[in-house]
């Protein structure tokens, strides 16, 4: 009785993939017809995709949670654009990077990930137009802001279109089993620091920890060493056939980063949108009142302000800050109006659709 029960939901299953077969390559030809009617404009529109996703999520009844149905619509899209057009995403590398991780779960595994040596050199490849979007981390839960993404967007054209939220997880890796013989861990800096409390805890004081330039590059020096290891994530871990001694040894058990995705496009409104911009205010008394106070009497939600070095002065700072909202809705708007006639220096690095978790 069993092997027939099994054998009719194998069956159905069968019908049922067919079916959803026809249905994907029957979007498919939508999605390559609305390229031909592009003729070759922008294919990639965030805030479409934001909306898909949103109305997915809606019209999910289960047994799939929200988040898996999100993933795999994610990378139905994915499939579908490149029909229109491969997209080349730049991300600092090397491969296996959270930075690509964050790539691959914005755009799915369809677009093309472009490894860098440098957050800068990121950007350059897609202000010189050999890559379609950057992918960069803006800041962490536990450690705050990644100073250099911030200082690049002041000068940079690039437009904020996208963001995501990552968590992150992190393992000690080494080739080989045991921490025995450990003489030195590589790390990212900011990664250390996240597991500086269980590096305390597990491993001898006369460890040295070296800081790298990404997880990644730690992971390739500890394959190559056998006295070494890395504190890296997943793939990292597989990209270079490491052992995971001991995972998830990050201190704060929310590790999340956030990653900003920046191209040469302004994006529309989704209905549920985040603006990014930066100030500088006079060196008077009451300044930072005064870019604050135009949000407030405009009714615009801020959820960031943060203060970073302005390179052009010493003791001069510029403003980070986010809000609630896209710039073309009226509030907004006139928030940005009214803090142009206050402020010394208005920047608006975007507005784009809010990372759903």
Not at 259 to 269: E, I, K, N, R, S
Not at 277 to 293: K, M
Request: glycine content about 8%.
């Amino acid at each position: 009785m069993s092997d027939e029960l099994l054998k009719g939901h194998r069956e159905a299953i069968d019908r049922i993939d067919a079916e959803i077969l026809k249905l994907l390559n029957q979007r498919a030809e939508h999605a390559r017809t609305i390229g031909e009617i592009k003729g070759g404009g922008v294919v990639y529109r965030p805030e479409r995709e934001a909306q898909v996703l949103a109305r997915i999520k809606s019209l999910n009844t289960g047994p799939l949670s929200d988040e898996a149905a999100a993933k795999l619509f994610r990378e139905v899209m994915s499939a579908c654009l490149a029909l229109e057009r491969p997209l080349t995403i730049a991300y600092l590398g090397p491969e296996g990077t959270f930075s690509q991780a964050a790539a691959i779960k914005h755009f799915g595994h369809a677009a093309s990930t472009q490894a860098c040596g440098s957050i800068d050199e990121a950007f350059r490849a897609v202000e010189s137009g050999s890559a379609d979007y950057v992918v960069a981390p803006v800041e962490n839960s536990t450690e705050g802001a990644v100073g250099r993404t911030l200082d690049l967007m002041v000068s940079s054209p690039l437009n904020i279109c996208g963001e995501v939220v990552l968590r992150i997880h992190h393992h000690l890796l080494r080739k080989g089993d045991g921490v025995a013989g450990i003489l030195r861990v590589y790390s990212h800096a900011q990664s250390l620091a996240q597991c500086h409390e269980w590096l305390n805890k597990n491993l001898p004081a006369g460890v040295e920890r070296i800081s790298v330039a990404s997880n990644a590059e730690a992971a390739r020096l500890a394959s190559k060493e056998p006295n070494s290891a890395a504190i890296a994530g997943d793939a990292a871990a597989e990209r270079f056939g490491l052992t995971r001694l001991a995972q998830n040894i990050e201190d704060e058990p929310n590790n999340t980063t956030r990653f900003l995705v920046l191209g040469g496009q302004q994006t529309g409104p989704s209905g549920k949108d985040r603006t990014s911009l930066v100030v500088s205010a006079p060196n008077r008394p009451g300044a930072l009142a005064s870019l604050v106070e135009p949000l407030s009497s405009n009714g615009v939600s801020m959820s960031k302000f943060e203060s970073r070095p302005s390179r052009t002065g010493l003791w001069e700072y510029v403003f980070f800050i986010d809000v609630e909202g896209h710039v073309s809705e009226p509030g907004v708007a006139r928030a940005l109006d009214a803090l142009g006639n206050v402020a010394a220096f208005v920047k608006v690095l975007g507005s784009y659709p809010q990372a759903v978790i």
